[in-house]
């Protein structure tokens, strides 16, 4: 679990192999980030909370747009 920088959001990760973006005051899902391959086991955001990085247990680490959901490339092995 992480919240953006200034607090209006909050990130999961999930054993589902997704993560979720929700609004922190009314807990709304706003995105379901989907593209790993196995169970997400850490997710941040970066200082602005534009972008969001996933580390998941497919030895991958993935890049995603905070604001729109794009992304999900393949941004390192592990």
């Not at 920088?5 to 979720?20: E, F, I, M, Q, Y």
């Not at 922190?24 to 086991?41: C, K, M, P, S």
């Amino acid at each position: 679990v992480c919240f953006s920088p200034n607090g209006a959001k909050v990130l999961t990760a999930s054993s589902d192999w997704t993560c979720r973006l929700w609004r922190a005051d009314t807990g709304a899902l706003l995105q379901v980030l989907e593209g790993h391959t196995d169970e997400i086991f850490s997710c941040a955001f970066n200082y602005d909370g534009d972008t969001i990085i996933t580390g998941s247990k497919d030895n991958t680490c993935r890049i995603w747009r905070a604001i729109s959901g794009d992304g999900g490339e393949d941004d390192a092995d592990i």
